[in-house]
């Protein structure tokens, strides 16, 4: 009889002692242009990552010009007065780097990823994109072009429409927070070179800056580097621009957006609540988490395992603009789809969810599972260079104090089952949401009705 053969295994691996972490604080440092600099020695993270944000918010663009930010933004990598559009391109790619560029509330950011080996270079074709960008008319042209090829395809996706209709809804019309954030068709069509130099003549300068650098910056002299590129960069000193206060109306109602014959149901339900500097902050978000953060949150473990009317939901919040003296907001809502025929059932169960979780709280289980995901996993979350500084920058572009990451981190975990429970029920309070449905309002308008959570009104699709 044949012996069968045996195999040794090698010893099962042990985990090693846990190390504190803490999220990285940055040095914060000044050019002689004005312009801000926030730097986090991360070592072994041989690509740097550097945020530029500009004082140019959306609030900011001329009447009947939505979309010139954008169109700004996009324009910054067509070319420099050194480099037409391909050559500028070429050289980026020479040294392995990618520049991105949008605009939001806040302001227009650029995103640099290069290798540190090449951050010199990097941070040259960056500085020439910031002191003297060429805005070519043809550059101009082709990018509104492209900008105006995009809008349909965004009224076309259910999401992006549903977004559309929740801040028309949500802001006055006066608020530019009620229009899209990259323009209409309308007023793409009316920007040109002249509005773009404009509006960059205007908002863009260093004095107002702020640059984030982050990676491994072992032998780099940092301060040379951005002294003779960055810093210059030169231009009038200005002061910052006031942050107007955001107002919104959230009182409970419906808007169906009509799609005849959509087999699926889109689903935007949201309100404004409170941004990073209120107290709330840590609170909401855990509670938010629990609501419908993950898989095994409330919402999905009714709706999605218990009752198959979706592939899944989620609850969030989104900081819209952000200021110290309470007048920034957030956006809090609930996203999914559902089928159909189920629309009504759906929202009939997720109120009910709402109600229940007012009426019983979250479990101290529900609250020890999204403190582990929200904190336990953190140090995987920043484990690259370019989600230190997009984190950093985000607190820059919303005032925040440069440890606030870090303390964000000490105050969830500190966070009780009751506390999370409060801020979670103010965030959603059921007669306080304004719900957002893209479908076939023929088919759910009648069962969304009879469910009793706000006036329902059908606008078309188009």
């Known amino acids: 009889m044949t012996e069968l053969a045996t195999m040794d295994f090698h010893p099962r691996p042990q985990a090693g002692e846990a190390r504190p972490w803490a999220f990285p604080a940055p040095e914060r440092t000044a050019l002689g242009n004005g312009l801000t600099v926030l730097r986090s020695h991360r070592p072994g993270q041989q690509v740097v990552a550097v945020e530029v944000l500009l004082d140019a918010p959306l609030e900011a663009e001329p009447a009947g010009l939505d979309g010139v930010a954008t169109i700004t933004a996009r324009a910054f990598s067509e070319g420099t007065d050194k480099h037409s559009a391909e050559e500028f391109a ?19 950011r650029l995103s640099l990823e290069v290798p540190a080996s090449r951050l010199a270079k990097g941070l040259g074709l960056l500085a020439d994109a910031l002191r003297a960008p060429a805005f070519a008319d043809s550059e101009i042209e082709r990018l509104v072009r492209n900008r105006l090829d995009e809008i349909p395809h965004e009224l076309a996706n259910p999401s992006r429409r549903a977004a559309k209709e929740l801040f028309k809804e949500l802001f006055p019309a ?6 899209p954030r990259q323009g209409t068709e309308e007023t793409v069509e009316a920007i040109d070179s002249a509005a773009v130099r404009a509006f960059y003549e205007r908002h863009v300068r260093p004095a107002t800056t702020t640059a984030v650098v982050v990676g491994d910056l072992t032998g780099i002299d940092l301060d040379e580097l951005l002294g003779d590129t960055l810093g210059a960069w030169t231009g009038s000193t200005a002061q910052p ?34 941004d990073r500097h209120d107290r709330v902050w840590a609170a909401q978000v855990l509670g938010t988490y629990c609501l419908g953060g993950t898989l ?7 709706l999605r395992e218990e009752k198959g009317y979706t592939y899944g939901v989620r609850a969030f919040g989104q900081v819209l603009r952000s200021a110290p003296d309470g007048t920034g907001a957030s956006l809090l809502a609930i996203s999914g789809s559902v089928d159909t025929p189920n629309t009504g059932p759906a929202l ?25 995901n929200l904190v336990g996993v953190a140090p995987l979350k920043y484990e690259t260079a370019a989600a230190v500084a997009g984190t950093l920058a985000d607190q820059v572009e919303q005032h925040l104090p440069d440890d606030y990451q870090a303390e964000l981190y000490r105050r969830l975990a500190a966070t009780g089952t009751v506390e999370a429970t409060a801020a979670v029920v103010n965030a959603f309070p059921v007669d ?8 076939d309002a023929a088919k759910t308008k009648e069962a969304v009705e009879a469910l009793g959570i706000g006036e329902v009104t059908v606008v078309s699709a188009e």
């Open 432 to 439: 306080r949401l304004v719900t957002v449905l893209v479908g």
């Open 174 to 179: 006066t608020s530019r927070m009620s229009r």
């Open 296 to 302: 095994t949150s409330r919402l999905d473990r009714v």
């Open 241 to 274: 621009r006031p942050v107007p206060p955001v107002t919104a109306d959230d009182a409970g109602r419906v808007v169906i957006v009509d799609r005849p014959g959509a087999v699926q149901t889109q689903l935007l339900i949201g309100r404004v609540g409170a």
């Open 348 to 372: 009939q169960d997720l109120w009910t969810v709402l109600r229940t979780l007012a009426a019983e709280g979250l479990t101290d289980s529900e609250r020890d599972v999204a403190v582990q």
């Open 90 to 108: 070429a050289e980026l790619e020479r040294c392995g780097a990618t520049l991105d560029a949008y605009a939001d509330h806040p302001g227009i």
